[in-house]
């Protein structure tokens, strides 16, 4: 991870420092500002020390208030899917170093199948449903996505990690339970870096 993706500071030392990420203007909400900026300092103080205490799943799960005049959110989504990225990657070869390429493979494979087989549910019918009620996500939607993911895994089709973490669903009555989707699109994700 490079220095400017957390700050970037001007060769005035007078000035204030001049942020990686552009900010929202009036009523546009964005990422709080100092929480960004404590949660990408951590994450460049852990990948440096090669082994600290964030993983690839807490950089993708890392959320943040959103606030008037804060960061760009696409900006900072972006960001934090290429740290994601070298944190996967510097996990892999810390596996494969100390295990084999072997097992590596096989993880991945066995974690592709329990996907394969969540997703061979009908349609309509792969995830729980919320109550009438109570707002999930859109169930054609989500379907559709799950059957890239199913055609990456059986088919070789192309399907990338940051198309999955872009995914986005409207809200309907009785969709899916969004926690369950989340889930299945993480572990999609897991597997994509791990094959890579």
Known sequence: MSSDTVMDVTENETAEPRSAFSVTEGRVRGYHRAAVDTFLAAARESFEQDGGELTATDIRVASFPL????????????????????????????????????????AARDDAQVILDHLARPRRHKFARTGWLTFGYRVDEVDHVA?????????????????????????????YREEQVDALLDAAIDVILAVR
Do not use: C, H, N, T
């Open 147 to 175: 059957g890239r993911i199913v055609r990456y895994l059986r088919d070789g089709d192309a399907l990338s990690a940051e198309q999955l973490r872009s995914a986005a669903f409207r809200m309907q009555r009785g969709g």
């Open 67 to 106: 606030v008037k005049g804060g960061y760009d959110i696409s900006e900072v989504d972006a960001a934090l899917g290429r740290i994601e990225d070298a944190f996967s990657a510097r996990q892999r070869e810390r596996v494969v170093k100390e295990e084999g390429v072997e097992p590596w493979i096989i």
